[in-house]
């Protein structure tokens, strides 16, 4: 499988790029990053799939460019709307080429997400936070996000309300998603961790994942990249092949 790698001189792109060099079925068709053209690297270098790691404000365009150029997407890019989910869709229809889109690519974290959506409807309180290395720019996390979701689907069935609170300080319970707060801490020395709190009376249960290295995201990757690659679908989710 020909793999083009956008967004390959940043830090998730490095890592891709060594993996699929390193591949025995992966071939690198092109590294592309700021400044380069998606659409001619694709075309001129047959490449299969686009495999991004770029920037939430350019997330569209590249799926659309990926899409119409011929190949599949694979993107690990955050900030997708269930608008843009549908958007895609569309693209999908006319071009006949697939998109997979994972808020995060490591099964353990996928794990951690489906653990806590099992949880959520025994216990009235939920917070989310997340731990990124400094230049992280988007906040909370696309990871923290899509859980804060998963757990509201729960949530809601059982009617668990939400738990507000009057700050003393503007922003010292941190975001609000449906009830569940959500915090983001920046800090040297972290990769990608994240822990979801559940209490209830008399007791709280911790779900936590940690990823120390970006090597964690490359076999979820491969999965994603084996099964889109002849599929005309949009998936949204790792949890959806596992
Ligand atoms: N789903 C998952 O499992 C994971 C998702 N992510 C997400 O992936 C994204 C990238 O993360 P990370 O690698 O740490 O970020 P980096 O900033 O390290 O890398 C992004 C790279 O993309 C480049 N870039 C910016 N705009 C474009 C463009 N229009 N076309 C091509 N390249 C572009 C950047 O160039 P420049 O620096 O010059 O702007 C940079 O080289 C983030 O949204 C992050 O949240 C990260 C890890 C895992
Ligand atoms: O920027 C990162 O590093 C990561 N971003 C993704 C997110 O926003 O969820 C996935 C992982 O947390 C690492």
Not at 30 to 48: P, Q, R, T, W
Not at 51 to 69: A, C, G, H, I, N
Request: charge should be negative.
């Amino acid at each position: 499988m020909r793999v083009a790698v956008n967004g390959a001189k940043g830090k998730m792109g490095q890592t891709v790029v060594e993996f699929v060099q390193n591949h025995s079925s992966l071939e690198l068709a092109a590294a592309i990053d700021l400044g380069d053209d998606l659409a001619a690297e694709v075309k001129n270098n047959s490449a299969d799939i686009v495999v991004d790691f770029t920037r939430p404000e350019v997330r569209m365009e590249t799926v659309k460019s990926t899409l119409f150029s011929g190949a599949s997407a694979v993107v690990g890019t955050t900030g997708f709307t269930p608008e843009d989910l549908d958007t895609i869709k569309g693209w999908i229809k006319e071009t006949g080429k697939g998109c997979f889109i994972a808020p995060n690519f490591i099964v353990g974290n996928v794990l951690m997400q489906q653990f806590a959506k099992q949880a959520a409807r025994y216990y009235e309180y939920a917070e989310i936070i997340e731990y990124h290395h400094q230049q992280k720019v988007d906040f909370p996390s696309g990871t923290a996000v899509k859980t804060a979701e998963l757990m509201s689907e729960e949530r809601e069935k059982f009617n668990i309300g939400t738990n507000d609170q009057v700050a003393n300080i503007e922003g010292s319970r941190g975001g609000d998603y449906k009830g569940i707060k959500l915090h983001a801490v920046r800090m040297p020395g972290f990769v990608a961790s994240q822990e979801v709190i559940l209490g209830d009376s008399g007791q709280y249960m911790t779900i936590r994942h940690d990823s120390i290295e970006r090597t964690s995201y490359m076999p979820g990757i491969l999965m994603a990249s084996e099964y889109i690659h002849d599929k005309a679908e949009l998936v949204y989710g790792l949890e959806h092949i596992l």
